[in-house]
C-alpha cells in the first residue's frame, strides 16, 4: 500500500507519464529544413534551377518588351516569351496600371510580371501573389546581372 | 532609418502579439523611436493588448486608400506609435494588403524601429507583412508542432528576401519533453534572441480594469525581464543572461518548481 502511494507520488512529481521522445522529431525537422537550403553554384543553368525549386514555380522566361527571350529555364522559351509579352502588351495597353496578370488553365497557371522593362513569364501549378512574383522577379534580374556574360554567349550560341 | 522588423510564428497563440507590443514598449524605454504596426489585417488584436481599441482611423483605412497613414498613427503606452488594423471584416475583405510595403517605407526615416505583428499562417496577408519588412523574428513554443511552424515561415520569409535574424522561444516551462534552447537552435539554424518562461502575470495584464502590457504593469516579473532582454539584444546592447529566471537553479528551488509546474 505504502510502495504504490510512494511510486504514484514519486512518478507524478517526476513527470513520469511524459515520455520524452523529441529526438525523432528533432531529427524530422532538421531534415525537412535541410530540404529547403538553397545554395546557388556557380553554374547559370543549375540555378535557374535552384531558383525554380525555391520559389515553387514549373518554368518562367524572361523577356523584353518586344519579346526576345533573356532567359528561360525551359529551352529557348521562345513560344511562352512571345505569347506571355504579346498578352501583357495588350493588356497593359487597355489597363495601363497592370502589374501582373494570372490566368488559370487546365493545367495549371499561367503568370505575367513586370519589373525592370522586362516580362517575367512563370507557369507554376498554383497562383502566385503579386508579393511573390516580385520576389521571383527581384532575385532572377540579380542573377541575370551577375551572369551577363553567360546570357551572351547563350544567346550567341 | 528605421529598422522594420516583422515578428511571425507560422502557428497560432505563440504570443507574437503578447511579444510584440512588450519589445516595443521595453524598446521605447531604451530610448527608441519606435512604431508597431497591427500587420493582422484580419484577425487584430495588438490594440486590445495595448488597451487602444477604440481607434476610429485604422491600418484598413489607409490600405484602402481612404486614409493618409499619419492619421492611423497613434499614441501608446511609454511613447510608442501604434497603427492599429481594423476589425470589420467587410474592410478585410477590400483591403490590398500587398500596399503594406510601400506605406511602411513613406514613414521608414522617422523612426528607429517598425514593429510589425504579423497574422499566424503563411497567406497573403502574411507575406505582405514578411515582405514589408527587411528582417523576420520568429516567435515559437518548445514544442516539435511551433517549431515545425516556425521553420515553414522562416523559409517563406527567406523567399521573399526578409533576413530571419532569429527566434524567441515562449512559454518555456522546463518540462520534461520540451524542446531545449539549444535543440530550438539548432534545428532552425537561428540565434535565440530570448527564452521567455510561462509567467502567469502576462495573462493577468489583459484582465486588468486598464490593459497594459506586462513591461508596464509588472516590469520585474520573469516574462518582462526576459521581454526587456529581448528588445535590448535587438538594439544591439549586450545583456547577460546571469540573474534571470535561467541562472543555476539550486535543489530546493528545482523541487519546489516542480510542484509549481504540476499546478499548472
Given at each position: 500500500m505504502f510502495?504504490?502511494?510512494?511510486?504514484?507520488?514519486a512518478s507524478?512529481?517526476?513527470?513520469?507519464?511524459v515520455?520524452?521522445?523529441?529526438?525523432s522529431q528533432?531529427?524530422f525537422?532538421?531534415?525537412?529544413l535541410?530540404?529547403?537550403?538553397?545554395?546557388f553554384?556557380?553554374d547559370?543553368e543549375?540555378?535557374l534551377?535552384?531558383?525554380?525549386?525555391?520559389?515553387?514555380?514549373?518554368?518562367?522566361v524572361?523577356?523584353n518588351?518586344?519579346?526576345s527571350v533573356i532567359v528561360?529555364?525551359?529551352g529557348?522559351?521562345?513560344?511562352d516569351?512571345?505569347?506571355?509579352?504579346?498578352?501583357?502588351s495588350y493588356?497593359?495597353?487597355?489597363l495601363?496600371?497592370?502589374e501582373?496578370?494570372?490566368?488559370k488553365?487546365?493545367?495549371?497557371?499561367?503568370?505575367?510580371?513586370?519589373?525592370?522593362?522586362?516580362?517575367f513569364?512563370?507557369?507554376?501549378?498554383?497562383?502566385l501573389s503579386?508579393?511573390?512574383?516580385?520576389?521571383l522577379?527581384?532575385?532572377?534580374?540579380?542573377?541575370?546581372?551577375?551572369n551577363?556574360?553567360?546570357?551572351?554567349?547563350?544567346?550567341?550560341? | 532609418?528605421?529598422?522594420?522588423i516583422?515578428?511571425?510564428s507560422?502557428?497560432?497563440?505563440?504570443g507574437?502579439?503578447t511579444?510584440?507590443?512588450?519589445?516595443g514598449?521595453?524598446?521605447?524605454k531604451?530610448g527608441?523611436?519606435?512604431l508597431?504596426?497591427?500587420a493582422d489585417?484580419?484577425?487584430?488584436n495588438l490594440?486590445?493588448i495595448?488597451g487602444?481599441?477604440?481607434s476610429?482611423?485604422?491600418l484598413h483605412?489607409?490600405?484602402?486608400?481612404?486614409?493618409?497613414?499619419?492619421?492611423a498613427?497613434?499614441d501608446g503606452?511609454?511613447?510608442?506609435?501604434?497603427i492599429p488594423?481594423g476589425l470589420s471584416l467587410?474592410n478585410?475583405?477590400?483591403?490590398?494588403?500587398?500596399r503594406?510595403?510601400?506605406?511602411?517605407?513613406?514613414?521608414?526615416?522617422?523612426?528607429d524601429?517598425?514593429?510589425?505583428d504579423?497574422?499566424?499562417g503563411i497567406?497573403?496577408n502574411?507575406?505582405?507583412?514578411?515582405s514589408a519588412?527587411?528582417?523576420?523574428?520568429?516567435?515559437?513554443?518548445?514544442?516539435?508542432?511551433?517549431?515545425?511552424d516556425?521553420?515553414k515561415?522562416?523559409?517563406?520569409a527567406?523567399?521573399l528576401?526578409?533576413?530571419?535574424?532569429?527566434?524567441?522561444?515562449?512559454?518555456?516551462?522546463?518540462?520534461?519533453?520540451e524542446?531545449?534552447?539549444?535543440e530550438c537552435?539548432?534545428?532552425?539554424e537561428l540565434?535565440?534572441?530570448g527564452s521567455i518562461p510561462?509567467d502567469?502575470?502576462?495573462?493577468?495584464?489583459?484582465m486588468q480594469q486598464?490593459?497594459?502590457?506586462?513591461?508596464v504593469?509588472?516590469?520585474d516579473?520573469?516574462?518582462?525581464?526576459?521581454m526587456?532582454?529581448?528588445a535590448?539584444?535587438l538594439?544591439?546592447?549586450?545583456?547577460?543572461?546571469?540573474?534571470g529566471q535561467k541562472?543555476k537553479?539550486?535543489f530546493?528551488s528545482?523541487?519546489?518548481s516542480?510542484f509549481?509546474?504540476?499546478k499548472?
Open positions: 510502495r504504490r502511494m510512494a511510486k504514484k507520488v507524478k512529481v517526476l513527470d513520469e507519464d515520455k520524452s521522445n523529441t529526438n528533432i531529427d525537422l532538421k531534415d525537412f535541410s530540404k529547403h537550403n538553397y545554395v553554384s556557380q547559370f543549375e540555378n534551377g535552384i531558383l525554380k525549386k525555391k520559389h515553387l514555380v514549373d518554368d518562367f524572361v523577356t518588351f518586344d519579346g528561360s529555364s525551359n529557348s522559351g521562345q513560344s516569351g512571345i505569347m506571355g509579352t504579346a498578352m501583357f493588356i497593359k495597353s487597355e495601363p496600371d497592370s501582373a496578370v494570372l490566368i488553365r487546365e493545367e495549371g497557371w499561367f503568370m505575367l510580371f513586370t519589373l525592370n522593362k522586362k516580362v513569364v512563370v507557369r507554376a501549378g498554383s497562383d503579386g508579393i511573390e512574383l516580385r520576389a522577379a527581384l532575385e532572377l534580374s540579380i542573377l541575370m546581372d551577375e551577363k556574360e553567360s546570357i551572351k554567349e547563350r544567346k550567341v550560341a | 532609418m528605421a529598422r522594420v516583422v515578428i511571425a507560422g502557428k497560432g497563440g505563440t507574437k502579439t511579444i510584440t507590443a512588450n519589445i514598449i521595453a524598446l521605447a531604451a527608441k523611436k519606435v508597431l504596426v497591427d489585417v484580419a484577425m487584430a490594440s486590445l495595448l487602444m481599441q477604440s476610429p482611423i485604422t483605412d489607409v490600405l484602402l486608400g481612404e486614409s493618409q497613414v499619419h492619421d498613427i497613434y503606452p511609454n511613447g510608442i506609435h501604434f488594423s467587410d478585410y475583405k477590400r483591403v490590398d494588403s500587398e503594406l510595403g510601400g506605406i511602411i517605407a513613406s514613414i521608414q526615416d522617422q523612426y524601429y517598425i514593429l510589425l504579423a497574422a499566424a497567406e497573403k502574411v507575406l505582405s507583412a514578411l519588412a527587411q528582417e523576420t523574428l520568429l516567435v515559437t513554443m518548445p514544442t516539435s508542432p511551433a517549431i515545425a516556425a521553420l515561415t522562416k523559409i517563406v527567406q523567399r528576401g526578409s533576413k530571419v535574424i532569429g527566434v524567441i522561444i515562449n512559454f518555456v516551462m522546463d518540462e520534461k519533453g524542446i531545449s534552447k539549444s537552435s539548432s534545428i532552425l540565434p535565440v534572441y510561462y502567469s502575470e502576462v495573462r493577468k495584464s489583459f486598464r490593459v497594459l502590457p506586462v513591461v504593469r509588472k516590469p516579473s520573469i516574462a518582462a525581464k526576459e526587456q532582454k529581448v535590448l539584444r538594439a544591439g546592447i549586450q545583456v547577460s543572461d546571469k540573474g541562472a537553479k539550486g530546493f528545482k523541487v519546489t516542480i509549481r509546474r504540476n499548472k
